[in-house]
């Protein structure tokens, strides 16, 4: 399939998800000008399919009411995307996991043999874990009533343990679930007040009530995670510190801690020593990171940082002598 005959497809499809949209809305979707959506629609309209231009205020381009079209065909790509391993964890989560593979199955069995054959292919060849190897799985036990809040539209009362250990009861107006690697949270907001992100793991109760959720105008939650994934980022703690490493350890280094960022890393000098820009979020993460290297690493900036990994290293060996 050319890309204009791919770009046609994708019209089509747009407009029986949508039912109507503008000219500008097809361009922004598709990445093309809003003169190229035009020459589409002439081309759409003369190979016999019923597209039609709204005008004025609120128009648009739209097909009948009732129109659906047979698609015969779908490219690699699109082929890969839907028949990777879906996070089959997460997809427990949700209690979708039978439907999840059902829908596939069904999906499969329409393709035509070339297809399916492309769609096995894939399956047998790639798989998605995102669960981590040392952390254990965290409790979702409300994770469906909040679901079902969610899905319905309606207010939640919770019960959520705070930093402190300590638990306070709120009623939020919960506006969607982000997984995160295999971490769930809920978006939420009090009445009045700006979405906030709640760890599921921490919440003790949960209670779906009668009330309607009130959901802002025009929130999007994949723009809300990722503006406020950003900001939670940018005011991270950070403490730069440069160390002198041997060669050897460089591959350790970059994974051996969640809080450390290899950022920049000499040449090797002649006897295999580095010189290495590590970020840290706290001062003590950096001191247990160097001291879990032993002799292999020294600290060269800060030199408070030296004074304390000193004083630990005393520590421990007052303690084994």
């Given at each position: 399939m050319d890309m204009r005959a791919d770009r046609l497809l994708s019209i089509l499809l747009l407009l029986q998800i949508h039912g109507q949209?503008?000219?500008?809305?097809?361009?922004?979707?598709?990445?093309?000008?809003?003169?190229?959506?035009?020459?589409?629609?002439?081309a759409l309209s003369a190979s016999g399919v019923p597209v039609m231009a709204e005008?004025?205020?609120?128009?648009?381009?739209?097909?009948?009411?009732?129109?659906?079209?047979?698609?015969?065909?779908?490219?690699?790509?699109?082929?890969?995307?839907?028949?990777?391993h879906r996070p089959l964890r997460m997809m427990a989560d949700l209690g979708l996991a039978d439907a999840a593979e059902g829908a596939l199955t069904k999906l499969l069995a329409t393709l035509p043999p070339d297809s399916r054959r492309t769609a096995e292919y894939i399956r047998q060849r790639i798989h998605v874990d995102m669960a981590g190897?040392?952390?254990?799985?965290?409790?979702?036990?409300?994770?469906?009533?909040?679901?079902?809040?969610?899905?319905?539209?309606?207010?939640?009362?919770?019960?959520?343990?705070?930093?402190?250990?300590?638990?306070?009861?709120?009623?939020?107006?919960?506006?969607?679930?982000?997984?995160?690697?295999?971490?769930?949270?809920?978006?939420?907001?009090?009445?009045?007040?700006?979405?906030?992100?709640?760890?599921?793991?921490?919440?003790?109760?949960?209670?779906?009530?009668?009330?309607?959720c009130e959901r802002p105008a025009g929130f999007d939650l994949a723009k809300h995670w990722g503006q406020s994934s950003a900001e939670f980022v940018a005011q991270l703690p950070r403490f730069q510190v440069v160390l002198r490493a041997k060669e050897s350890i460089l591959q350790r280094m970059r994974w051996a801690s969640r809080w450390s960022q290899v950022e920049q890393v000499s040449p090797a000098d002649e006897v295999g020593w580095c010189e290495v820009a590590v970020r840290f979020e706290e001062e003590w993460n950096a001191v247990e990171f160097v001291l879990s290297f032993g002799g292999d690493v020294e600290v060269l900036s800060p030199s408070s940082l030296r004074d304390k990994v000193l004083d630990a290293a005393r520590a421990v060996v007052a303690v084994y002598s």
């Amino acid at each position: 399939m050319d890309m204009r005959a791919d770009r046609l497809l994708s019209i089509l499809l747009l407009l029986q998800i949508h039912g109507q949209m503008t000219s500008r809305e097809l361009a922004r979707r598709l990445e093309v000008s809003e003169r190229t959506i035009h020459r589409d629609m002439e081309a759409l309209s003369a190979s016999g399919v019923p597209v039609m231009a709204e005008r004025g205020a609120g128009g648009g381009w739209a097909l009948p009411e009732g129109y659906q079209t047979n698609l015969t065909g779908l490219n690699a790509p699109e082929i890969q995307s839907l028949f990777f391993h879906r996070p089959l964890r997460m997809m427990a989560d949700l209690g979708l996991a039978d439907a999840a593979e059902g829908a596939l199955t069904k999906l499969l069995a329409t393709l035509p043999p070339d297809s399916r054959r492309t769609a096995e292919y894939i399956r047998q060849r790639i798989h998605v874990d995102m669960a981590g190897w040392q952390r254990g799985g965290e409790s979702v036990e409300f994770l469906p009533v909040l679901q079902e809040a969610v899905w319905h539209d309606r207010q939640v009362r919770i019960l959520y343990q705070k930093n402190d250990g300590t638990a306070s009861e709120r009623v939020l107006n919960p506006l969607g679930l982000v997984a995160k690697g295999s971490v769930w949270y809920l978006v939420a907001a009090a009445s009045g007040g700006e979405p906030r992100t709640y760890r599921v793991s921490r919440v003790q109760g949960a209670e779906v009530l009668d009330a309607p959720c009130e959901r802002p105008a025009g929130f999007d939650l994949a723009k809300h995670w990722g503006q406020s994934s950003a900001e939670f980022v940018a005011q991270l703690p950070r403490f730069q510190v440069v160390l002198r490493a041997k060669e050897s350890i460089l591959q350790r280094m970059r994974w051996a801690s969640r809080w450390s960022q290899v950022e920049q890393v000499s040449p090797a000098d002649e006897v295999g020593w580095c010189e290495v820009a590590v970020r840290f979020e706290e001062e003590w993460n950096a001191v247990e990171f160097v001291l879990s290297f032993g002799g292999d690493v020294e600290v060269l900036s800060p030199s408070s940082l030296r004074d304390k990994v000193l004083d630990a290293a005393r520590a421990v060996v007052a303690v084994y002598s």
